[in-house]
């Protein structure tokens, strides 16, 4: 999940446009990519032996790992970039998220992921003077009421501790993408931060040590939700927003949890609840007229 990146699109160094077909075909694969860590994560909190600790040490160190080898054989001996902020909000993004998925679908995680990261990334606009239009304010209001639809008591409610945890894993993706603006080389800056977000995943590691476990599919899992959904899934990525205006950018995220959705139903035997769908389309729909141009 990259969050708005209208911002990160304003600052991606100049390359030539690549064509129409290059664009959607790894606009695709990233959108794939970003769904499937939901997909990954859950399935390996349900089904196999890993802990909530060891799965992001994994897969932060295997991100770190690709996205390191992918800048040093692109550029070279150059250094790489981001800073220790942006490293701590990627951990603790990381973190939330490999914690609330024990609890959580991979469909309604997802979506509160994604409400969040746009929450984020929409309160820091207003904060900063921007000021929605009516029909703006209108989707606003129908992705909370999607929201609360979401989260109200009921026998299909998701887990309090696990959508909170979802939420602040949000939180902080949004913050990292807000923090992503004038950081240069947007490929470089998360390859510098998954490397300094390692220690820290060290650190969780070592403070719940007695409870650290895992087997063989469950460290697939994390590997590949680490070296190929968020690795080369971010690389992919910015490699498309070249040829993306930064609306079309935006808006093209609204499909990750519709994604994963559709991913959990075929590939983890999820239900479909009416619950999820209502609140996805309240909030997705409302998102979208957010983040809408005319």
Not at 108 to 123: D, I, P, S, W, Y
Not at 176 to 197: H, I, P, Q
Not at 202 to 212: D, N, R
Request: hydrophobic content about 55%; glycine content about 12%.
């Amino acid at each position: 999940m990259s969050g708005t990146p209208e911002r990160e699109y304003s600052k991606m160094p100049h390359v030539s446009q690549p064509t129409v077909a290059r664009t959607a075909t790894l606009t695709v694969l990233a959108m794939l990519a970003f769904a499937a860590n939901s997909l990954l994560c859950r399935a390996a909190l349900r089904d196999s032996a890993i802990d909530p600790a060891g799965f992001t040490l994994l897969r932060l160190l295997s991100g770190a790992l690709v996205l390191g080898l992918l800048v040093r054989w692109r550029q070279g001996g150059k250094p790489l970039g981001g800073s220790w902020l942006s490293a701590a909000a990627l951990f603790v993004y990381a973190a939330c998220f490999s914690y609330a998925y024990v609890s959580l679908s991979a469909a309604t995680g997802a979506l509160l992921l994604f409400g969040a990261v746009q929450a984020t990334m929409l309160g820091y606009g207003f904060w900063r003077g921007e000021r929605l239009r009516a029909w703006q304010t209108v989707g606003l209001a129908c992705a909370c009421g999607g929201l609360a639809v979401l989260l109200m008591p009921g026998l299909s409610a998701p887990p309090w501790g696990g959508a909170l945890l979802m939420l602040l894993a949000g939180a902080a993706w949004g913050i990292y993408s807000l923090r992503a603006k004038g950081a240069g080389d947007a490929t470089v800056a998360t390859a510098g931060n998954f490397v300094r977000s390692v220690p820290m995943a060290l650190v969780l590691g070592a403070a719940t040590w007695s409870g650290l476990h895992t087997n063989a599919s469950g460290a697939v899992y994390a590997l590949l939700s680490g070296a190929i959904a968020s690795g080369m899934g971010y690389a992919i990525w910015y490699s498309a927003l070249p040829g993306l205006r930064a609306a079309s950018a935006a808006s093209v995220q609204l499909s990750v949890p519709a994604i994963a959705a559709l991913g959990a139903v075929l590939f983890l035997g999820e239900a479909l609840e009416l619950r999820v769908v209502l609140a996805s389309v309240a909030i997705l729909g409302g998102i979208a007229l957010v983040i809408a141009r005319r």
